[in-house]
């Protein structure tokens, strides 16, 4: 799979989830839920089956200091978020009466540096050869874009608006493969850099969908088996 087919599949994938909820008058619900919980599951198995291995193939002491890095990253992100990343949505902040712009850049730079983590880094060409994580990607981008439009709509925001934004949101994450593949980033001039920075973002993002706390703290047999299959499935990709 070469680099233009993998940048319409992100493109296509989070703008067309977020156009169904225009369509279909499509609303965010505990349906989804699932959805998010295997995306999690199935990231975290990709981060550490293979992408820990592959940026840990070479000893460099720093790769891990981007892996925290782009842990806290996504900690300040979600501060403006809301947490829409793992599956939160939260519609009674009446103070929000405007395009949600915080909410809005934060996903943006949240996907751009997802179709960053896309780059080959050397050792294994993702782009090529590897599927999974553009997998991964794809199916958390489904629920996020949902979520976002749901969240946007719900402040009357104009049509015309709205496309432009889903069209921004959607262009996110191919631009930041684009600009990490031909270097246009002079500071990010190590791939396995980026890819770290991507698999903090990762590993914050999946164990807060896995582990917080459910409702009365009951054990989750549903969620149980859907983690389950989501790292079978991981291993069975790799």
Same mark, same amino acid.
């Given at each position: ?131 999974? &994580?553009? +997998? ?5 981008? #489904? ?5 976002? !439009?749901?969240? /946007? *709509? $719900? ?19 191919? &631009?930041? +493969? ?5 270097? #246009? ?5 190590? !791939?396995?850099? /980026? *890819? $770290? ?28 088996? #859907? ?12």
């Amino acid at each position: 799979m070469n680099e233009i087919t993998v940048n319409i599949i992100l493109f296509v994938s989070a703008f067309l989830s977020g156009l169904t909820v225009i369509i279909f008058n499509l609303k965010f619900s505990k349906i989804l839920k699932p959805l998010i919980s295997f995306s999690g599951a199935f990231i975290l198995a990709i981060c550490i089956l293979h992408l820990m291995p592959e940026i840990f193939s070479g000893y460099d002491k720093k790769i891990g200091a981007f892996i925290l890095l782009g842990f806290l990253i996504q900690l300040l992100l979600e501060f403006f978020s809301d947490g829409i990343e793992h599956g939160h949505f939260h519609t009674h902040k009446k103070d929000l009466v405007i395009f949600p712009y915080a909410i809005f850049i934060s996903l943006c730079f949240h996907s751009f540096i997802e179709g960053m983590a896309l780059i080959d880094t050397g050792y294994h060409n993702h782009v090529e050869h590897n599927n999974s &994580l553009l +997998l991964g990607i794809v199916i958390h981008k #489904i629920p996020v874009a949902i979520v976002l !439009s749901t969240m /946007i *709509l $719900a402040k009357n925001i104009s049509k015309i608006t709205f496309i432009i934004a889903l069209l921004i949101f959607a262009l996110s994450a191919p &631009l930041g +493969l684009y600009l990490a593949s031909n270097h #246009i980033l002079p500071f990010l001039d190590n !791939s396995r850099i /980026i *890819l $770290a920075l991507a698999v903090g973002i990762f590993l914050h993002i999946s164990t807060t969908i896995l582990f917080e706390s459910s409702e009365d703290h009951k054990f989750d047999l549903k969620k149980f088996v #859907i983690v389950i299959i989501g790292f079978a499935l991981a291993i069975f990709t790799l």
